[in-house]
């Protein structure tokens, strides 16, 4: 009697988990299937400053200037970024991911890339805004620029037109995970501003 209710235990669990797997492959597939937007790109802080509420290069406090100024000479200008990707959900179902593979890129060049190992979700036939938190060296972006120019690029990142002349894009692979391992888009989805 004991093997009797030990195989009917395997059998449930090998029951309940195929389920498991079968709506995430749905859930997957109708994320995959889903609208994307990415719809914003904003600088949050440049070699260290803050500079999220700076409406020019003169709202800079001397210190900020020095430091700033300091880094240009190293070769090296972080500049951390938060991108905004819209998803609609155009389904009549829950869409969601496991979590995704990312790159940010310009032109042709990849800057910066990671992964986001959240579970995504997107109700039926609505909209769900989320972030990536990334950061790149703006000096390899701009070649021989003044420290004026460069404030003026990464508090303008958002801006249209500088989104047109950086050609910014945001590639992204959906991925969610079975028993057997992660399964992804085979290539990345491409979303432009």
Not at 120 to 135: A, N
């Amino acid at each position: 009697m004991n093997k009797f209710k030990l195989s009917l235990v395997l059998i449930l669990a090998i029951v309940i988990n195929s389920c498991s797997i079968l709506n995430q492959a749905g859930e997957y597939e109708r994320f995959i299937g889903s609208s994307f937007a990415l719809i914003n790109v904003e600088a949050t802080e440049l070699g260290g400053v803050d500079i999220s509420d700076l409406n020019d290069s003169q709202s800079l406090n001397a210190g900020d200037i020095m430091t700033l100024t300091g880094i240009l000479f190293s070769g090296n200008m972080p500049l951390k970024l938060t991108v905004f990707i819209e998803v609609y959900n155009i389904n009549d179902k829950m869409a969601a991911i496991s979590g995704m593979d990312w790159k940010f890129m310009m032109g042709e060049t990849e800057y910066t890339a990671g992964s986001i190992d959240d579970r995504i979700e997107v109700e039926p036939y609505s909209k769900k805004v989320f972030k990536l938190r990334t950061q790149l060296n703006l000096l390899d972006v701009l070649n021989s620029e003044t420290l004026p120019q460069i404030i003026k690029v990464a508090r303008n990142i958002n801006d249209e037109e500088e989104i047109k002349k950086l050609d910014i894009k945001l590639k992204i692979k959906p991925y969610y995970k079975t028993s057997s391992g992660i399964k992804k888009l085979p290539t990345y989805i491409t979303l432009r501003p």
